[in-house]
């Protein structure tokens, strides 16, 4: 099974903060990369899939970036509504393993 | 508008049954298919289980091959899914969420999310 890792698991960071979180995949996955944001008591919400495409109503602030193993998700200006946790997952096979999260704090 | 809801979540003894199901509604299941992805409480996102639109395969996670079952159907703009979950265990308590496949294959994103059920495993 390929397993997911993020890091940090947790950030702190102030409004209009740039953060980047990373993904790393135990085996090449191409680009079948996807980004959520999750806040407490919510279902998750798409950001990003294939690595760098933006889900349509995601803020252009988001981006994603990589291919093969390595993965980043950037926030370019952090604002308030961001404080939130983060998933990235895999899509290459046909379970779709997540990362742990990073979870994304007010400094 | 693409619309997703679970239910069916409860309290349920080691060893017990349980099926949840989810009502959706603004895509034709054919087309796009369904997953479940279980969250434990304050854990991360597992997928469980998904089933194909197109021909109706299903897939399982390792942790619930064998002792779940996925199935779903549905006409155009509506769409049914269940889970039947048996011989359940304490570390399958998690809120269950389905969820939609951005492009229709079962290796995929999810674009739409229900609100979750919980289902509790414990005596």
């Given amino acids: 099974d390929i397993q997911m890792t993020q890091s940090p698991s947790t950030l702190s960071a102030s409004v209009g903060d740039r953060v980047t979180i990373t993904c790393r995949a135990s085996q090449s996955i191409s680009r079948w990369l996807a980004w959520y944001q999750q806040k407490p008591g919510k279902a998750p919400k798409l950001l990003i899939h294939q690595a760098s495409n933006l889900q349509s109503g995601v803020p252009s602030r988001f981006s994603g970036s990589g291919s093969g193993t390595e993965f980043i998700l950037t926030i370019s200006s952090l604002q308030p509504d961001d404080f939130a946790t983060y998933y990235c997952q895999q899509y290459d096979g046909y379970s779709g393993t997540f990362g742990q999260g990073t979870k994304v704090e007010i400094k | ?123």
């Fill in chain 2, 1 to 123: 508008e693409v619309h997703l809801l679970e239910s069916g979540g409860d309290l349920v003894q080691p060893g017990g049954s349980l099926r949840l199901s989810c009502a959706g509604s603004g895509f034709t299941f054919s087309n796009y298919g369904m997953s479940w992805v279980r969250q434990a409480p304050g854990k991360g996102l597992e997928w469980v289980s998904g089933i194909s639109g197109s021909d109706g395969s299903t897939y399982y996670a390792d942790s619930v091959k064998g002792r779940f079952t996925i199935s779903g159907d549905g006409s155009k703009n509506t769409v049914t899914l269940y889970l039947q979950m048996n011989r359940l265990r304490a570390e399958d308590t998690a809120v269950y969420y389905c969820a939609k496949p951005l492009m229709g294959s079962i290796s995929d994103a999810f674009d739409y999310w229900g609100q979750g059920t919980l289902v509790t495993v414990s005596s």
